[in-house]
T-cell receptor, first 113, second 108 residues
Framework: KAGVTQTPRYLIKTRGQQVTLSCSPI?????VSWYQQTPGQGLQFLFE???????NKGNFPGRFSGRQFSNSRSEMNVSTLELGDSALYLC????????????FGPGTRLTVL | GIQVEQSPPDLILQEGANSTLRCNFS?????LQWFHQNPWGQLINLFY???GTKQNGRLSATTVATERYSLLYISSSQTTDSGVYFC??????????FGAGTILRVKS
């Protein structure tokens, strides 16, 4: 069965621009979560979507947003990019009932210049 | 919220040696996972182990939920085991809290 896929794999943007990242979960999984990984802060939870609704949210500014479609695919958007947004963005999928095992995609590496 | 601490932060081994990585968590958890991050950044699932012991080849893991720790054992280490190992815990919801990781280097 196919794993979690993320597109694009690499992205270079300049400050002030916005970016949209995409994540397709494992077939049958209804929950998609997003994480940011930076050398300074490690891996941090951004938000989780389940059945097209944001169910959990981490401590990130409102410039970070997301959505989920009826086929469980999810997108996250970052507006008004800052240099500090340069990071590896990982998405994880699971069945969505509480405390399920999470499976991660390959990530999108975003560089903000 | 829950806090996750991993030790040691760095570990250098000779090929063939055994190692134990530790993960402490500050509260009761309903999910505990171990991951290996490959050189391209993907987190590879090693174990889903909220409690008990599991084994997969040369790797095994034990979680003692009542004492709030988990251990990852790597036996007969190989150079391909090198990389960063993360422990992550989930108390409720689908939010994993990650430790800072253990960087493992296996020398041939």
């Amino acid at each position: 069965k196919a794993g979690v896929t993320q597109t694009p794999r690499y992205l270079i943007k300049t400050r002030g621009q916005q970016v949209t990242l995409s994540c397709s979960p494992i077939s049958g999984h209804r929950s998609v979560s997003w994480y940011q990984q930076t050398p300074g802060q490690g891996l941090q939870f951004l938000f989780e979507y389940f059945s097209e609704t944001q169910r959990n949210k981490g401590n990130f500014p409102g410039r970070f947003s997301g959505r989920q479609f009826s086929n469980s695919r999810s997108e996250m958007n970052v507006s008004t990019l800052e240099l500090g947004d340069s990071a590896l963005y990982l998405c994880a999928s699971s069945f969505g009932t509480e405390n399920n095992e999470q499976f991660f995609g390959p990530g999108t590496r975003l560089t903000v210049l | 919220g829950i806090q996750v601490e991993q030790s040691p932060p760095d570990l250098i081994l000779q090929e063939g040696a055994n190692s134990t990585l530790r993960c402490n968590f500050s509260d009761s958890v309903n999910n505990l996972q171990w991951f290996h991050q490959n050189p391209w950044g993907q987190l590879i699932n090693l174990f889903y182990i909220p409690s008990g012991t599991k084994q997969n080849g040369r790797l095994s893991a034990t979680t003692v939920a009542t004492e709030r720790y988990s251990l990852l054992y790597i036996s007969s280490s190989q150079t391909t085991d090198s990389g960063v190992y993360f422990c992550a815990a989930m108390k409720y919801g689908n939010k994993l809290v990650f430790g800072a990781g253990t960087i493992l280097r296996v020398k041939s």
